[in-house]
């Protein structure tokens, strides 16, 4: 399933915006918001979100000044379909509904699903679930570091967690942090024991440092539309990413992959993760159960 919002009329008119199956996208005038559309001064930082669980698309005020409205009414929770009109702030939006659109289509043959290896003891902690030291053993492999992209509006301590951890760090846009990961970090079992499952960001391995990895990933935070208009990448976001990573062509996800092996992000349930690596056979995503 695939819902697109086409902007009728106000500052962006003629934009589509696709919410695919699975994918929850806020909208609003920040860059708070999954979908920044800064030309619009009506708009709310965060003014609503699209659902689509794929069967059906659903419509949610975050508490917006001005309203979101669904075929003339106010709304705070609808279900919209194929023809409906969305106001919001300044922008009307035509809803068109594709109930048959395969949402995750392979890079390449192979499996989709797979169990991360078992466990392996953690020195010096006996605190992990076998979940999160399945976790940790998927990420930290010979010859890789790990890095995680963490947004600090996903919970306030974030910020303070990375001052007193210690690990090298660097802003990533203006919402976003890039931190290096060395094995046992103290920083690395915070980040999984409070973060995972939570929406706090994503992980990723690189044989390259801190530096090279800051620079491939700025690259995607300010994007520009067909129409030449600025476009906040929320890719941190898990949601953000699950949704991008399963439709992402060949080229793309090998661009978006860079100088990193892999790129690891929770799943809907915290006890899966979706991870994007790079193969001999090309880029490769597929599920990994932590177990």
Not at 35 to 54: K, M, P, R, T, W
Not at 149 to 162: A, E, G, N
Not at 257 to 268: D, F
Request: glycine letters at 12%.
């Amino acid at each position: 399933m695939v819902a697109v919002l086409e902007a009728i009329s106000g500052p962006i008119t003629g934009r589509r915006l696709e919410v695919r199956g699975g994918s929850i996208v806020r909208i609003g005038r920040t860059g708070k918001s999954d979908y920044a559309i800064a030309e619009d001064g009506y708009l709310s930082g965060l003014h609503f979100s699209v659902e689509c669980d794929g069967t059906e698309c659903r419509i949610r005020d975050m508490g917006s000044s001005n309203g979101t409205f669904v075929n003339g009414s106010r709304i705070t929770d609808q279900v919209v379909r194929e023809g409906d009109s969305i106001v919001a702030g300044g922008s009307t939006f035509r809803v068109h509904v594709d109930l048959h659109v395969d949402l995750v289509p392979e890079m390449a043959g192979g499996p989709r699903v797979s169990t991360a290896p078992m466990p392996i003891p953690i020195a010096g902690d006996s605190g992990y679930s076998p979940g999160e030291a399945a976790l940790l053993n998927a990420l930290y492999a010979p010859g890789e570091a790990v890095f995680a992209v963490v947004d600090p509006s996903r919970d306030s301590r974030i910020p303070t967690f990375l001052d007193a951890g210690g690990e090298a760090h660097l802003m990533l846009g203006e919402n976003a942090f890039l931190v290096a990961l060395p094995a046992g970090s103290r920083l690395g079992h915070v980040l999984i024991k409070d973060g995972w499952g939570r929406g706090w960001g994503f992980y990723a391995t690189s044989p390259q440092g801190i530096e090279q990895i800051h620079a491939h990933f700025a690259s995607f935070v300010n994007m520009r539309a067909s129409t030449g208009a600025a476009i906040t990448l929320r890719f941190w976001d898990p949601r953000v990413l699950r949704a991008m990573i399963p439709v992402m062509p060949p080229q793309e996800a090998e661009a978006f992959l860079g100088p990193c092996g892999r790129i690891l992000v929770e799943a809907e349930k915290a006890e899966m993760a979706l991870e994007l690596c790079r193969t001999p056979r090309g880029p490769w995503h597929h599920t990994v159960v932590l177990a």
